[in-house]
């Protein structure tokens, strides 16, 4: 019976990480089903991916707790269970708490903000930087692709921004080299955005 349980947690844990384009289609993404606390990418695009990054890397740090509860309730008993029990929760514990240091001292430890702060001028804030970068994404003159599931490239006309489940790294247009891969018999091109090197 624990093999059961195990397989069909591995697959469902697969399917939530990496969802196939039926979950996309049900809406049985972690932006789908969060999408009430997220907002709206168009509108405030910086802080809509700095809710999801968070939300998503809280969300599978559960995966872990609901394997234990899948275990428990197929019937697994164990001398290790209360042990397995508090080290499921102190792997949430231990993600609640990185988010918390993402948020604290005016959000800038989350990695959305870090990818914005080379760009501040002295004196200047991230929020100007992000309000530029809101500005153009809601803009139609924009190129989006999608490249898989969980992640897709934007360009603006002054950024390039590739967004995947727990990163969203953006550089300037002007200060960076795009490199792009053939992906699937060249039907989908998978970009690599390198940055300069700061002095």
Request: glycine fraction near 6%; charge should be positive.
């Amino acid at each position: 019976m624990d093999i059961i349980v195990t397989l069909f947690y591995l697959l469902f844990t697969a399917c939530v990480i990496y969802p196939p384009t039926e979950f996309v289609s049900a809406g049985f993404t972690i932006p789908q089903i969060f999408d009430g606390i997220m907002g709206s990418e168009n509108v405030n695009f910086v802080s809509y991916h700095m809710r999801r990054t968070s939300i998503t890397m809280v969300a599978h740090s559960f995966l872990p707790m609901g394997y234990w509860f899948a275990l428990y309730f197929g019937g697994w008993r164990s001398e290790w269970q209360l042990f397995t029990f508090a080290s499921c929760w102190m792997f949430v514990f231990m993600f609640l708490y990185k988010m918390i240091c993402w948020w604290e001292h005016a959000k800038l430890g989350h990695p959305v903000v870090k990818t914005l702060l080379p760009y501040v001028q002295e004196g200047s804030d991230w929020r100007v930087v992000a309000a530029d970068l809101n500005t153009e994404f809601k803009n139609v003159d924009k190129v989006s692709i999608q490249l898989r599931t969980t992640s897709k490239f934007v360009a603006t006309p002054t950024w390039l921004i590739k967004v995947s489940q727990y990163r969203v790294d953006i550089v300037k247009q002007g200060e960076c080299t795009l490199v792009a891969t053939a992906h699937n018999k060249g039907a989908l091109l998978a970009p690599h955005m390198i940055p300069p090197q700061r002095q």
